[in-house]
T-cell receptor
């Protein structure tokens, strides 16, 4: 059974700082890994999708990496802004599963 | 990115009544949709996987007779909470998966049962 862990559970940083969010998974037989952002009381917004054959994906100030062999993914946020404050979740889709497994998320607060 | 809509965004109903929530994929066909429930400050809890044209697959502990799911077309899935009770009050979120297996989420529906 796939288990997804996100560390830290909460993170508070000053504006402008670069930061890394971590996601680890126990079963490396994955199809893809997806990072989401959720604002309070809202649905999830897809940030980046990494296929199992890829090592990283970039979108603007965001960079996500994937290391299947070690069961890890990181989300790097450059030059953080107060608008980045949200909960970030990673989700892993296993090769033979029809559903994704979500981590509990990291709640990020960027202070002005 | 692809767009998934949910309707209604908020609903308040009386205990004992039924409520239907719609989930639509607006610009792609989704053979698979998912229904999640989220409690305050908690992560998503998968309730069921909705497959177009077949019965939904419910997660362990989810009452299929209470949470009726219908996926009648490639763009629409509905969740009906039957005989709602206050403990059913929650945030319900749907998602749809495209052919590349990327998930897109709806904005969620806040259900309050009084």
């Amino acid at each position: 059974k796939q288990e997804v862990t996100q560390i830290p559970a909460a993170l508070s940083v000053p504006e402008g700082e670069n930061l890394v969010l971590n996601c680890s998974f126990t079963d490396s037989a994955i199809y893809n890994l997806q990072w989401f952002r959720q604002d309070p009381g809202k649905g999830l917004t897809s940030l980046l999708l990494i296929q199992s054959s890829q090592r990283e994906q970039t979108s603007g100030r965001l960079n996500a990496s994937l290391d299947k062999s070690s069961g890890r993914s990181t989300l790097y946020i450059a030059a953080s802004q107060p608008g980045d404050s949200a909960t970030y979740l990673c989700a892993v889709l296993n090769t033979n599963a029809g559903k994704s497994t979500f981590g509990d998320g990291t709640t990020l607060t960027v202070k002005p | 990115g692809a767009v998934v809509s949910q309707h209604p965004s908020r609903v308040i109903c009386k205990s004992g009544t039924s409520v239907k929530i719609e989930c639509r994929s607006l610009d792609f066909q989704a053979t698979t949709m998912f229904w999640y429930r989220q409690f305050p400050k908690k992560s998503l809890m998968l309730m069921a996987t909705s497959n177009e044209g077949s019965k939904a697959t419910y997660e362990q502990g989810v009452e299929k007779d209470k949470f009726l799911i219908n996926h009648a077309s490639l763009t629409l899935s509905t969740l009906t909470v039957t005989s709602a009770h206050p403990e059913d009050s929650s945030f319900y979120i749907c998602s749809a998966r495209d052919q590349l297996h990327e998930q897109y989420f709806g904005p969620g529906t806040r259900l309050t049962v009084t």
